[in-house]
């Protein structure tokens, strides 16, 4: 069974960046995306970034241009950084497996790491 392990959340100033990175343990096939996702209160939990084993990428709208996945194989981990950050990115941002559309996800959430952006 995955076990996911977020870190690198955290307070930032509009127009700040900060780096997610995720630690992953158990069996990931090498055919599983790995992506981002977060969930801000009141909302449903969305897609932000995911990526394949051989590296293609598929990012939401609006984090394009600004959020940047990568991913080590042998390592299981997989890495969000964030630039130009807005009052709406502020949520509970967490990782997990799944598909490269990010609509299904194969594991169990873990605790996420909380991002808010605020001056």
């Known amino acids: 069974q995955v076990q996911l392990v977020e870190s690198g959340g955290g307070l930032v100033q509009p127009g700040g960046s900060l780096r997610l990175s995720c630690a992953a343990s158990?069996?990931?096939?090498?055919?599983?995306?790995m992506g981002w996702y977060r969930q801000a209160p009141g909302k449903v939990r969305e897609m932000v970034a995911t990526?394949?084993?051989?590296?293609?990428?598929n990012y939401a709208d609006s984090v394009k241009g600004r959020f940047t996945i990568s991913r080590d194989n042998a390592k299981k981990t997989v890495v969000l950084e964030m630039n130009d950050l807005k009052p709406e990115d502020t949520a509970r941002y967490y990782c997990?497996?799944?598909?490269?559309?990010?609509?299904?996800?194969?594991?169990?959430w873990g605790r996420g790491t909380q991002v808010t952006v605020s001056s």
């Open positions: 990526i394949t084993s051989d590296g293609t990428t």
């Open positions: 997990n497996t799944g598909t490269l559309s990010g609509t299904t996800v194969f594991a169990s």
């Open positions: 158990g069996k990931i096939y090498s055919e599983d995306a």
